[in-house]
């Protein structure tokens, strides 16, 4: 993974220093608090609904086992003993006193991490493919480009003050875990025939109040040109973004606004003026980025390994836990494996500063010191010999960590909702749980197969519930806490915007909506059927009338 | 309002034309877009230098044509999270090849002076009393940079290929 040199060392403590003096101009009354927040926010640092929240930038999704021990450490110390993995890829801890942010960060830097831009108008922590590096199908390793972004975006004297927040995804496998389409920027790499590298520039995609899919602008940029191009877009963006309406300031507004091709010209035209300037970027740079990602010391191994397959006979548990969560690996003889961060009842994504220094301890025996957040709120060990996964597997297990479930049912993305979140209509959190509860029988799950469930407190749609197969938005009815129920939404290749399926159901009506949907897919699936397949097959009738059948005038 | 430019504070020789006032026959001038639009010839009779000053909605292609007249361009940032202007700021320099004084006017705090000053911004209508105190925190705190601009300041990747 990339390394911190000199210059990123000095930028991040001189970052951390800044925000010392500006705390300590908080803390002795000189800011207010009206003038001290877009600071903070420029940190990471939110208030919440009962405490200050600390969002830290885990750059693109890669953590190294060093740094997730840093984090149990400030989860221990500053927090409650626990963090939270949110669906950007990023931590968050849900209690912290505004006195000890300076020295949070200054720990945090010690660790080569940051709270930059994990917050306000600007660009924020780019996002990636979670198993970036070690797909079987992979292209081209996205993890350089994201980090010629990251210090690219960080402090850019131009594009601090945006109309609205930005956030870019990069791709590089033809199956799209970064969900590109819905993101301000999505980059795709991919070879033109002559096999030199180059981005595919769709922009303008989002979620929120007014979901869209993002267009295609350029089919093939060339790979030099990354930097200038992006720089056009923002300056395009900077310019003619909607500052009047917060809900109509990003990006997927103006591109819609202007159409797609008036937009695509207005970048095109910036971009002749500077793509010959300093941003071109020199192929000794790409390689040299490019060297901190090769891949690492891989052995020589047999990808068949006998004795995995008698131990998944004698224990379905490991059975299960092979087939749900272990994925194939590039590297013959190794493995891409999910550690799911949900266990049965639990809050999605949350982890405790115990678990986070036992899998630390796991990466460094298992995964060469290596690990990922997953925009799903899991985490990955990318590179595992599979002679070692009946072990790795043994100890996850020991610590709540192996839950079956990666891709399936109670595998759901979930915001903190009213739990936490100052903005949120609805509580999030425990419905994900009951439903975790309900279906917690993993034969059942395993049944049901994939299957993506993904909710959010409020409109603002942090839990993806647009482009869950199964989505959830919370809403708020005269004081009362109101579900409304989305399907057939995608977040990969075939990105798609889930439908509201009718009225919605209260707390405890919902657990049961959910079972019906699932009731009825698989009443009607065909063999082999995934049920987003069944969905695009039938369509949503069948599910709307049994819904709402059995109970008239919910 | 204290004027900061090259690092000093400095008096402030230049007069902003008031809505509706005459035109001074004498001094240095800076006028909004539309008194440049309604008496251009009249200011250009003067023997005196002009300068311009645009909204942040006011982008920089209104005088692009006209850029050779002005040795001062003053950018309005209205508020604190308006950022157009450092787009414009950029534009002026990079593109348009401006090299007059560039000035930052309206709500120029000490937290921005630092991007200001990035984006090729060289003088600053501070309004804090300690403006001379917050240009030289603004200047010391971040040392590194990762943008290429007119600035000129080198680049952590110039660096690190020497
Ligand atoms: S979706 Fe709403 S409730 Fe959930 S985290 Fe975002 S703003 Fe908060």
Same mark, same amino acid.
């Given at each position: 993974?990339?390394?911190?040199?000199?210059?990123?060392?000095?930028?991040?403590? #001189?970052?951390?220093?800044?925000?010392?003096?500006?705390?300590?101009?908080?803390?002795?009354?000189?800011?207010?608090?009206?003038?001290?927040?877009?600071?903070?926010?420029?940190?990471?640092?939110?208030?919440?609904?009962?405490?200050?929240?600390?969002?830290?930038?885990?750059?693109?999704?890669?953590?190294?086992?060093?740094?997730?021990?840093?984090?149990?450490?400030?989860?221990? *110390?500053?927090?409650?003993?626990?963090?939270?993995?949110?669906?950007?890829?990023? *931590?968050?801890?849900?209690?912290?006193?505004?006195?000890?942010?300076?020295?949070?960060?200054?720990?945090?830097?010690?660790?080569?991490?940051?709270?930059?831009?994990?917050?306000?108008?600007?660009?924020?922590?780019?996002?990636?493919?979670?198993?970036?590096?070690?797909? $079987?199908?992979?292209?081209?390793?996205?993890?350089?480009?994201?980090?010629?972004?990251?210090?690219?975006?960080?402090?850019?004297?131009?594009?601090?003050?945006?109309?609205?927040?930005?956030?870019?995804?990069?791709?590089?496998?033809?199956?799209?875990?970064?969900?590109?389409?819905?993101?301000?920027?999505?980059?795709?790499?991919?070879?033109?025939?002559?096999?030199?590298?180059?981005?595919?520039?769709?922009?303008?995609?989002?979620?929120?109040?007014?979901?869209?899919?993002?267009?295609?602008? %350029?089919?093939?940029?060339?790979?030099?040109?990354?930097?200038?191009?992006?720089?056009?877009?923002?300056?395009?963006?900077?310019?003619?973004?909607?500052?009047?309406?917060?809900?109509?300031?990003?990006?997927? *507004?103006?591109?819609?606004?202007?159409?797609?091709?008036?937009?695509?010209?207005?970048?095109?035209?910036?971009?002749?003026?500077?793509?010959?300037?300093?941003?071109?970027?020199? #192929?000794?740079?790409?390689?040299?980025?490019?060297?901190?990602?090769?891949?690492?010391?891989?052995?020589?191994?047999?990808?068949?390994?006998?004795?995995?397959?008698?131990?998944?006979?004698?224990?379905?548990?490991?059975?299960?836990?092979?087939?749900?969560?272990?994925? /194939?690996?590039?590297?013959?003889?190794?493995?891409?494996?999910?550690?799911?961060?949900?266990?049965?009842? $639990?809050?999605?994504?949350?982890?405790?500063?115990?678990?986070?220094?036992?899998?630390?301890?796991?990466?460094?025996?298992?995964?060469?010191?290596?690990?990922?957040?997953?925009?799903?709120?899991?985490?990955?060990?990318?590179? *595992?010999?599979?002679?070692?996964?009946?072990?790795?597997?043994?100890?996850?297990? $020991?610590?709540?960590?192996?839950?079956?479930?990666?891709?399936?049912?109670?595998?759901?993305?979930?915001?903190?909702?009213?739990?936490?979140?100052?903005?949120?209509?609805?509580?999030?959190?425990?419905?994900?749980?009951?439903?975790?509860?309900?279906?917690?029988?993993?034969?059942?799950?395993?049944?049901?197969?994939?299957?993506?469930?993904?909710?959010?407190?409020?409109?603002?749609?942090?839990?993806?519930?647009?482009?869950?197969?199964?989505?959830?938005?919370?809403?708020?009815?005269?004081?009362?806490?109101?579900?409304?129920?989305?399907?057939?939404?995608?977040?990969? /290749?075939?990105?798609?915007?889930?439908?509201?399926?009718?009225?919605?159901?209260?707390?405890?009506?919902?657990?049961?909506?959910?079972?019906?949907?699932?009731?009825?897919?698989?009443?009607?699936?065909?063999?082999?059927?995934?049920?987003?397949?069944?969905?695009?097959?039938?369509?949503?009738?069948?599910?709307?009338?049994?819904?709402?059948?059995?109970?008239?005038?919910? | 309002?204290?004027?900061?430019?090259?690092? /000093?504070?400095?008096?402030?020789?230049?007069?902003?034309?008031?809505?509706?006032?005459?035109?001074?026959?004498?001094?240095?001038?800076?006028?909004?877009?539309?008194?440049?639009?309604?008496?251009?010839?009249?200011?250009?009779? %003067?023997?005196?230098?002009?300068?311009?000053?645009?909204?942040?909605?006011?982008?920089?292609?209104?005088?692009?044509?006209?850029?050779?007249?002005?040795?001062?361009?003053?950018?309005?940032?209205?508020?604190?999270?308006?950022?157009?202007?450092?787009?414009?700021?950029?534009?002026?320099?990079?593109?348009?090849?401006?090299?007059?004084?560039?000035?930052?006017?309206?709500?120029?705090?000490?937290?921005?002076?630092?991007?200001?000053?990035? $984006?090729?911004?060289?003088?600053?209508?501070?309004?804090?009393?300690?403006?001379?105190?917050?240009?030289?925190?603004?200047?010391?705190?971040?040392?590194?940079?990762?943008?290429?601009?007119?600035?000129?300041?080198?680049?952590?990747?110039?660096?690190?290929?020497?």
């Amino acid at each position: 993974m990339y390394r911190y040199d000199e210059f990123d060392s000095d930028f991040v403590l #001189q970052r951390a220093r800044q925000f010392r003096r500006q705390t300590e101009r908080r803390l002795t009354g000189e800011l207010s608090e009206e003038q001290f927040k877009p600071l903070r926010l420029m940190n990471g640092l939110y208030l919440q609904l009962h405490a200050y929240m600390l969002r830290i930038n885990v750059p693109y999704g890669c953590l190294s086992s060093r740094q997730l021990r840093k984090l149990a450490h400030i989860a221990r *110390v500053y927090d409650k003993g626990y963090g939270h993995l949110t669906t950007r890829q990023n *931590v968050q801890f849900n209690w912290i006193k505004l006195e000890d942010t300076p020295a949070i960060l200054e720990q945090l830097a010690s660790v080569e991490m940051h709270c930059i831009q994990s917050s306000g108008n600007c660009i924020r922590n780019t996002t990636s493919d979670p198993y970036a590096g070690a797909a $079987a199908e992979e292209i081209h390793d996205p993890r350089l480009y994201c980090e010629l972004i990251r210090q690219w975006s960080s402090l850019h004297p131009e594009f601090s003050f945006l109309p609205r927040k930005f956030k870019i995804a990069v791709t590089g496998s033809p199956r799209d875990r970064a969900a590109v389409k819905v993101h301000d920027i999505g980059l795709r790499l991919h070879r033109n025939p002559a096999g030199e590298a180059g981005f595919e520039v769709i922009v303008g995609g989002g979620l929120g109040r007014t979901p869209f899919i993002g267009k295609t602008v %350029r089919d093939f940029l060339p790979v030099q040109q990354l930097l200038s191009y992006l720089e056009a877009i923002l300056r395009v963006y900077n310019q003619l973004g909607r500052r009047d309406n917060k809900y109509k300031a990003r990006i997927k *507004v103006l591109v819609h606004e202007m159409g797609t091709e008036a937009f695509q010209k207005c970048v095109e035209e910036q971009w002749e003026q500077i793509r010959e300037g300093g941003l071109t970027l020199p #192929q000794e740079e790409i390689d040299r980025i490019g060297a901190y990602f090769a891949p690492p010391a891989y052995e020589d191994l047999s990808d068949s390994v006998p004795a995995l397959e008698t131990t998944r006979r004698e224990e379905p548990a490991f059975d299960a836990w092979l087939q749900n969560n272990v994925v /194939e690996h590039k590297q013959a003889g190794y493995a891409i494996v999910n550690v799911s961060v949900k266990a049965v009842g $639990a809050a999605p994504g949350d982890i405790s500063a115990d678990q986070m220094e036992a899998v630390a301890e796991l990466a460094d025996r298992f995964s060469f010191g290596e690990l990922r957040v997953t925009h799903s709120q899991n985490l990955v060990l990318c590179d *595992v010999r599979k002679t070692d996964l009946e072990a790795l597997w043994r100890r996850l297990a $020991a610590i709540g960590l192996a839950t079956p479930n990666v891709g399936l049912l109670t595998d759901s993305i979930c915001c903190p909702g009213l739990d936490y979140c100052s903005l949120a209509s609805a509580r999030s959190i425990p419905v994900a749980q009951s439903i975790s509860e309900r279906f917690a029988d993993p034969g059942r799950l395993r049944d049901i197969g994939e299957l993506q469930l993904k909710m959010s407190g409020c409109i603002n749609a942090c839990g993806h519930h647009h482009v869950g197969h199964i989505g959830i938005l919370g809403a708020d009815k005269k004081g009362e806490e109101l579900y409304q129920l989305t399907l057939g939404g995608s977040a990969d /290749e075939n990105t798609a915007i889930g439908k509201i399926i009718g009225p919605g159901f209260d707390a405890e009506g919902i657990v049961d909506a959910i079972e019906n949907v699932v009731e009825t897919y698989l009443s009607l699936r065909q063999d082999g059927e995934r049920f987003i397949d069944t969905y695009q097959r039938v369509g949503r009738d069948p599910f709307k009338e049994n819904l709402y059948a059995s109970d008239q005038g919910r | 309002m204290p004027l900061i430019k090259g690092g /000093e504070r400095v008096d402030d020789p230049w007069i902003s034309l008031a809505e509706g006032a005459e035109i001074p026959p004498h001094g240095p001038l800076i006028v909004s877009l539309q008194q440049w639009r309604d008496q251009r010839a009249a200011l250009l009779a %003067r023997a005196d230098t002009l300068g311009i000053r645009l909204a942040s909605d006011q982008p920089t292609s209104e005088i692009a044509d006209d850029l050779s007249h002005f040795e001062l361009v003053a950018l309005e940032f209205p508020s604190f999270g308006d950022g157009r202007p450092y787009s414009h700021a950029r534009i002026l320099r990079e593109i348009l090849g401006f090299e007059g004084e560039l000035r930052a006017v309206g709500d120029v705090l000490l937290e921005q002076l630092h991007f200001m000053h990035r $984006a090729g911004f060289d003088a600053f209508v501070v309004s804090s009393e300690t403006a001379l105190e917050d240009w030289r925190i603004a200047e010391s705190e971040i040392r590194v940079w990762y943008q290429p601009t007119a600035d000129g300041r080198p680049t952590a990747m110039m660096l690190r290929r020497g």
